[in-house]
C-alpha cells in the first residue's frame, strides 16, 4: 500500500497540518514545485516584513529538509525566488551570474534561496524561479493598474527612467514547463520576458492598449508616502533583468514584447 504523508501550509508560512511520520513515501518519483508566500504589495511595517521573510525563508527550508527526506526523492525542486535578489541596479544588464543587492528584499532572497540548500545537499536538482512582474488578466499587477489607466490617471512613477522586468502568464507556465524537462537547468533562473522596459515605457504601452493618455505622473516622494519602503525597493528600483539561462536552453516566449502581452491580455480580458 502506498503511504501517504501531506502538509498544508498558510499563507504566513506556519504549518496547519502535520507531517505525518516526518516523511513522505510513494512509488512515483515526484517533482515539488514551492510558489507561495505573502504578498509584498502594501505598505512595508515591521510586522508585514517578519511575515515577508517567514512564509517564504521557514517554509521553504521545512519542505528542503522534508524532501530531502523523502523516499524516493523527488528529482526536482522548483521554487520560488523573486528579480529583488538585485535590488536597485540602475541600467545594469543583470543575469543570473550578477551579484545580489543591498536593502531589505534582496537579503530575503538570499535566505530563501540558501534555504533550499538541504535539497541540493541531498541531490535533488533544486531550480530558484528569480520572477519579475507576472502580467495575468486574473490578478496581480496589471489588474490593480487597469482602473486608473481606463479611467486616464496612469503615469509613471517617479522619473520613470526605472527598469521594470515583467513576463506574461504563458511565457511563465511555459518556462515552467522547460525547466521542468531541460535536466542540465539548475541553481537561480530569470522569470522574465527577454525584452525588459523602463516604467514609463511601461505606462506608455498600457496606456495606448487601452486608448487612455498617461499624462499624471506619480512622483517619488508621493509613492514613498503611501508605500514606504515598498517605494524604493519595489517601485521605483530598477531591475534590467534578461532571462539567460532560458534563452541558452532554447526556451520560446510568445510574447517577447510587451506591446504583444497587453494587446493579448487586453483582448481577452474584455471578451
Not at 237 to 253: D, E, H, N, T, Y
Request: charged share 25%; with cysteine.
Amino acid at each position: 500500500m502506498v503511504q501517504h504523508s501531506w502538509l498544508h501550509w498558510n499563507r504566513r508560512g506556519t504549518r496547519s497540518r502535520a507531517w505525518f511520520g516526518g516523511r513522505l513515501k510513494t512509488r512515483r518519483r515526484l517533482n515539488g514545485i514551492h510558489l507561495s508566500g505573502e504578498n509584498i504589495a502594501g505598505r512595508w511595517t515591521e510586522q508585514k516584513k517578519c511575515r515577508i521573510r517567514e512564509s517564504r525563508i521557514f517554509a521553504t527550508d521545512f519542505l528542503a529538509l522534508a524532501l530531502a527526506k523523502a523516499e524516493p526523492r523527488p528529482r526536482t525542486f522548483i521554487c520560488a525566488s523573486a528579480i529583488g535578489y538585485y535590488g536597485n541596479r540602475g541600467d545594469e544588464i543583470l543575469a543570473e551570474e550578477s551579484p545580489s543587492g543591498d536593502g531589505f528584499f534582496p537579503e530575503v532572497c538570499r535566505e530563501w534561496e540558501l534555504a533550499t540548500d538541504p535539497a541540493v545537499d541531498a541531490g535533488i536538482r533544486v531550480v530558484n524561479l528569480r520572477t519579475g512582474i507576472v502580467l495575468s488578466r486574473n490578478g496581480g499587477a496589471l489588474k490593480q493598474m487597469l482602473l486608473p489607466f481606463k479611467l486616464g490617471l496612469g503615469g509613471r512613477i517617479g522619473n520613470g527612467r526605472q527598469y521594470w522586468s515583467w513576463i506574461h502568464i504563458a511565457d511563465f507556465v511555459s518556462a515552467m514547463h522547460h525547466i521542468l524537462r531541460g535536466e542540465n537547468i539548475r541553481g537561480p533562473v530569470n522569470m522574465t520576458a527577454p525584452n525588459p522596459v523602463t516604467n514609463a515605457e511601461f505606462t506608455r504601452v498600457l496606456a495606448e492598449a487601452l486608448k487612455r493618455p498617461a499624462v499624471l505622473p506619480i512622483p517619488a516622494v508621493l509613492a514613498r508616502f503611501a508605500f514606504g519602503e515598498l517605494a524604493d525597493e519595489g517601485l521605483l528600483a530598477s531591475a534590467r533583468v534578461v532571462p539567460q539561462k532560458l534563452l541558452l536552453g532554447g526556451s520560446q516566449f510568445q510574447y517577447p514584447y510587451l506591446s504583444g502581452a497587453f494587446l493579448e491580455l487586453l483582448r481577452l480580458r474584455h471578451r
